[in-house]
Nanobody, 120 residues
């Protein structure tokens, strides 16, 4: 059974920084996509950043100047470095991986989410 575990969410002041981590465990043959999404209360979930197996990166609108996605393939881990945080960044941040598991099927997995709260 594959699981994703996120960490790093916290309460920070405006202008602060956080680094989120998402690690996949279980019988993993390959990871084809790693993405970070966020959902604020009353709003739709949105893409924050993603990286595919080839290393191609996408960022949500207007986030690239403050957020950086990276990965450690050997550790099955994706990171999200967030700088100059603003109150509007407050949300539940969740990771999504596309993983080929022991069944050789490629399946979408989600983490449980980690809360980021930015105070003004």
């Amino acid at each position: 059974q594959v699981q994703l575990v996120e960490s790093g969410g916290d309460l920070v002041q405006s202008g602060g920084s956080l680094r989120l981590s998402c690690t996949a465990s279980g019988r993993i043959l390959g990871i084809y996509y790693m993405g970070w999404f966020r959902q604020a209360p009353g709003k739709q979930r949105e893409l924050v950043a993603s990286i595919n197996k080839a290393g191609n990166i996408n960022y949500g609108e207007s986030l690239e100047d403050r957020f950086t996605i990276s990965r450690d393939i050997a550790k099955n881990t994706a990171y999200l470095q967030m700088n100059n945080l603003k109150p509007e960044d407050t949300a539940l941040y969740s990771c999504k991986f596309m993983i080929q598991d022991a069944s050789r099927r490629t399946i979408e997995y989600w983490g449980q989410g980690t809360q980021v709260t930015v105070s003004s």
